[in-house]
């Protein structure tokens, strides 16, 4: 029994010997570790003190000059001249739509079908027409016959030839009406076929199936834009229009393709402003790359005819956050300070251009995202 115990009691040392060595070596490594950099917030929300600046490289602005900037917002529109509306002068009901809105047709391509009864009506005075031009020829040639052999008088001959003539009129203009109303007189029909009159895309649509059309007057049942060209439309503050002239190029960046860059011209800008933003509208054509589609929102760049300097940093200088651009820039000590900035362009090396915030010359710290990281630790 006594020996048990004592072979219990010497466990127990050997592992709480091993214990204390593991926990000791744990400590050891610890103490050998750096403790982390660590940046806390002080009473302003915008400044920064950190234990350790140094962990933090500064770079100083440099100078850049450029022209003067104006970024405004913009749509992707039809150029009107482009746009043609598809009209019926025949009236009736719809029976067939062969097009929807948003489709890209081929001139001449079928776009709906009417029942009309003005063509229908049309086609029934031609055949008339006809008739009547017929007989009159009949009685031309008997008139002549009748004349040769002195049976009638010039004057029932030349009421003939004038009946004959009056003949010739009336089909021509029953046949001109059957044309206009959307028919052919080689294919009676009461059916009406309207069909596209350029190529291009369906951008407005205002007929269904089953509906009326009321000819000329009402809406129109369709309109098709050329696309290959569009119209840009800006508005302008008034106080900004003397960054934008006519004939000059304008940059031009899609919201949906940020990366691609495309360029107008400057066509027209509006000579009345809105009384409420005081705004006016500044119209930009361009060739459409195939990327834009009708509302889309752009971003248009005007560049101004002055030379200004501005300051430039490297882009990972420049912190995105809650919709703003900022820069950490050193104070006394171990303080920073987070400073809004407008950002501007991108420039070849990694750097992006700062058009408000900072000088020329002021430092910040090199690496914005790695510094508000520790903020967040």
Known sequence: MNRGKYLKLVLCCVSSLLAFGCGAGKSD????????????????????????????????????????????????NPDVARSV????????????????????????????????????????????????????????????????????SLNDLQVAEAAEVKAKVDI??????????????????????????????ITDQQVTNAA???????????????????WILCDVYENDLNSVHLGEKAEIRLNAYPDKVFSGVISNIGQVLDPN??????????????????????????????????????????????????VYVPLEGKKFRRVPVTGGEMLPGGMQELTKGVNVGQKVVANALEFQNSVEQ
């Open 29 to 76: 490594q610890k103490a050998e570790a750096p403790p982390p950099t660590k940046v806390e917030a002080v009473q302003d929300r915008n400044v920064f003190e950190a234990d350790r600046p140094d962990q933090f490289p500064l770079v100083v602005t440099e100078a850049h000059v450029s022209s003067s900037q104006l970024r405004v917002t913009g749509t992707v």
């Open 85 to 152: 509306p598809v009209i019926s002068i025949a009236t009736g009901r719809v029976v067939d739509i062969a097009a929807r809105l948003g489709d890209t047709v081929k001139k001449g391509q079928l776009l709906l079908k009417v029942q009309s009864a003005d063509l229908s009506a049309a086609f029934s005075d031609y055949r008339k027409a006809v008739a009547d031009g017929q007989l009159a020829q009949t009685q031309l040639e008997r008139a002549r016959l009748l004349y040769d052999k002195g049976a009638v």
């Open 212 to 230: 009326g059309v009321a000819g000329l007057g009402s809406p129109n049942p369709f309109t098709i834009s050329d696309l290959s060209y569009v």
């Open 277 to 326: 933003q005081r705004t006016a509208k500044v119209r930009i054509e361009m060739r459409n790359p195939g990327l834009m589609r009708t509302g889309m929102f752009v971003t248009a760049t005007f560049h101004g005819r002055t030379r200004e300097t501005r300051s430039m940093v490297p882009a990972n200088a420049i912190l995105h956050l809650h919709d703003q651009d900022w």
């Open 172 to 201: 021509e203009n029953t046949t001109e009406r059957v044309r206009v109303l959307g028919g052919s007189i080689d294919h009676p029909t009461a059916i009406v076929e309207i069909r596209a009159p350029i190529s291009g895309v």
